[in-house]
């Protein structure tokens, strides 16, 4: 997964991140808050969702597509072209 301490770090941040949104949307849920506020709750934790299948499936491609975790080489222009896909996709 992560290649450097910093970076896993800044992953399980996201995650208790998003595990604090999932806990508001209950809260949400059990206080009968309106409809629009519950949703308002939910996209934000898909988005937050998103971004880190991202963060995830970029550091994926990067480290074990293009055996830069080996050298030094710069990431290939096909890698990059599949970033910006997935990038674009998880929108």
Known sequence: MSHLPKDKQKLVARIRRIRGQVDAIERS???NDDCADVLMLLANVRGGINSLMAE???DH???HMTGSEKSEVPVTELAEDLIDLVRAYLK
């Open 61 to 63: 491609i990067r480290h």
């Open 56 to 58: 995830v499936l970029e």
């Open 29 to 31: 849920l059990s206080a």
